[in-house]
T-cell receptor, first 112, second 112 residues
């Protein structure tokens, strides 16, 4: 079974630029999560999708972050414009039930 | 105070030593998870516990619901066990979804 795929693995941008991350969950997994992990901290949930609907986006900074999951499969997370404090690893995870989440390798974002 | 606290933050041990990592939480939970994160960001789920004890190979996880405490043990530690170990608790959010809250992790280094 293929795991959760994410791209790119690394991205370096300057502040005020835009960036987008892509996630392909495990086939058949209805639930998809985006997490932000700042260095030295645990992951923080940004948004959770159930199929193509948003379940929880309470911690998503909606003035600059957006996410979509068209057709209930792949998802993209966008930051526009980026700030220095957005430097982090962005993790995508998926699950088929409300228990074990399978994580992707993450995208390491550096904002200069 | 964080809802999930781990100790120690960093742990260095010699190969072969018995390792214990502790996790305390302050909220009601539906389950507790132990996760492993290697350099580069990828996270692997090790255990999900709601009571008692689970064992997988050289890894053992225990939970005491009354004391709101869990431990992860590694027997006969090996350099390949070097990673960050993260404790996370899942509980029902205000949005009706199961939500993970993560500790900040314990960085384990096993010296040959």
């Amino acid at each position: 079974e293929a795991g959760v795929a994410q791209s790119p693995r690394y991205k370096i941008i300057e502040k005020r630029q835009s960036v987008a991350f892509w996630c392909n969950p495990i086939s058949g997994h209805a639930t998809l999560y985006w997490y932000q992990q700042i260095l030295g901290q645990g992951p923080k949930l940004l948004i959770q999708f159930q199929n193509n609907g948003v379940v929880d986006d309470s911690q998503l900074p909606k003035d600059r972050f957006s996410a979509e999951r068209l057709k209930g499969v792949d998802s993209t997370l966008k930051i526009q414009p980026a700030k220095l404090e957005d430097s982090a690893v962005y993790l995508c995870a998926s699950s088929s039930r409300a228990d074990t989440q399978y994580f992707g390798p993450g995208t390491r974002l550096t904002v200069l | 105070k964080n809802e999930v606290e781990q100790s120690p933050q960093n742990l260095t041990a010699q190969e072969g030593e018995f390792i214990t990592i502790n996790c305390s939480y302050s909220v009601g939970i539906s389950a507790l998870h132990w996760l492993q994160q290697h350099p580069g960001g990828g996270i692997v789920s090790l255990f999900m516990l709601s009571s008692g004890k689970k064992k997988h190979g050289r890894l053992i996880a225990t939970i005491n619901i009354q004391e709101k405490h869990s431990s992860l043990h590694i027997t006969a530690s090996h350099p390949r066990d070097s990673a960050v170990y993260i404790c996370a608790v899942s509980r029902l959010s205000n949005f009706g979804n199961e939500k993970l809250t993560f500790g900040t992790g314990t960085r384990l280094t096993i010296i040959p």
